[in-house]
Each structure stands twice: as C-alpha cells, then as structure tokens.
C-alpha cells in the first residue's frame, strides 16, 4: 500500500467530493481504500479534508477506483480554490 509521501509534484483534491462519489457506489472506508492502494487512514484524511494534496500516482489510483477514465471526469475530483472578495466588496 502507499502511504502519504512528501513530494514535489502533486494535486490538490476535493475529499468531500471523492467521499460522496464513494459512497455512490455503495462502498465503505476499507474497501475502496484497498481498490485505491492506499491505507483506509490516508484516504480518511483526503475525504476529511485534512489532506488536500496527494500525489500525481494516488490522484490516478483514487479516479481509476472511482472509474473516472477521462480528464472530464478526473476534473470532478479537482480542489478549486476559493476566490475571496476583497475587503470592501
């Protein structure tokens, strides 16, 4: 299994919309942490948004676990990041 690693390269997911699409397909913690390759605590942490960052190789692992097949459908996963107003706005 991998676990969480520092590196340079990665992407910023959205956990919250990883988790609602697992939860889709009726599928718990553990098993769809095993479809990914990753342990249930690391993928806790990405559906918590306590991790918003995984690597180019776990964002592949997770959008092929979802069935996500195409840069389309991979983009649902993508974090946006917020726009804030400016003060006075």
Known sequence: MIQPALESASVD???SEVRRLRK???LNLQPFAERCGISPGYLSHIELMRRTKV???VFGQICEALGL??????????????KSKAVGE
Request: with cysteine.
């Open 13 to 15: 997911i959205d956990g």
């Open 24 to 26: 889709g397909m009726c």
């Open 55 to 57: 690597s180019p190789q």
């Open 69 to 82: 097949d195409n840069k389309k459908k991979r983009a649902q996963i993508v974090r946006r990041p917020h």
